[in-house]
Nanobody
């Protein structure tokens, strides 16, 4: 059974850093693109980072480019999101996602709150 589980969220001051983790099970991790999304209250869910199966290519929207870094460790079946220079507008629930055989699998999300 495909499953992704996020961890690492929390409360951080503006300018601070957090690293989110997403542990994947139930599929051949090294074969699939992995993505991070976020959803703030009252807003649509948006993509914040994606990484190809081999980890060679990454993609970020302009809102996080240069501050967020996605990476993956196939030995641990885990994808990470390093978030630096955090801003209050980064406050959201962050979700990990994988698409396996045309179906999207989401984790339960982890809350990130950026506030002084």
């Amino acid at each position: 059974q495909v499953q992704v589980v996020e961890s690492g969220g929390g409360l951080v001051q503006p300018g601070g850093s957090l690293r989110l983790s997403c542990a994947a099970t139930g599929f051949t991790f090294s074969n699939y693109v992995m993505s991070w999304y976020r959803q703030a209250p009252g807003k649509e869910r948006e993509l914040v980072a994606a990484i190809t199966s081999a980890g060679i290519t990454t993609n970020y929207p302009d809102s996080v480019k240069g501050r967020f870094t996605i990476s993956r460790d196939s030995a641990k079946n885990t994808v990470y999101l390093q978030m630096n220079s955090l801003k209050p507008e980064d406050t959201a629930v962050y979700y990990c996602k994988v698409r396996v055989v045309y179906r999207d699998y989401w984790g339960q999300g982890t809350q990130v709150t950026v506030s002084s």
